[in-house]
């Protein structure tokens, strides 16, 4: 059964750092990629970053230039390195992997709270 965990979130004051982390495990089938998320209070979930199987990342807007995603391959890890941080950042931050059309994408952690304030 395949397991997703984050780790990491907290509280943090506006243009503070956090670093947050997500292993995937129990899958057979290679990953393919790993994704986070996000739902702020009152708000939809939406996309803040992927990073494929070959290192391939991709942001979403209101995060480019101040998040880094980083894949740790041999252990099926992701993080998150997020600077700057704005009240506009808190959220739950939720982790999805991805094991392709065979081992499929709907695997998510259970999510982890940030919350940025002074």
């Known amino acids: 059964q395949v397991q997703v965990v984050e780790s990491g979130g907290g509280s943090v004051q506006p243009g503070g750092t956090l670093i947050l982390s997500c292993a995937a495990s129990?899958?057979?089938?290679?990953?393919?990629?790993m994704a986070w998320y996000r739902q702020g209070p009152g708000k939809q979930r939406e996309l803040v970053a992927t990073?494929?199987?070959?290192?391939?990342?991709h942001y979403g807007d209101t995060v480019k230039g101040r998040f880094f995603i980083a894949r740790d391959s041999g252990e099926d890890t992701v993080y998150l390195h997020m600077t700057r941080l704005t009240s506009e950042d808190t959220a739950v931050y939720y982790c999805?992997?991805?094991?392709?059309?065979?081992?499929?994408?709907?695997?998510w952690g259970q999510g982890t709270q940030v919350t940025v304030s002074s």
């Open positions: 999805n992997a991805d094991f392709g059309p065979n081992g499929g994408n709907d695997h």
């Open positions: 129990g899958s057979i089938f290679r990953l393919a990629a």
């Open positions: 990073i494929t199987g070959r290192g391939s990342a």
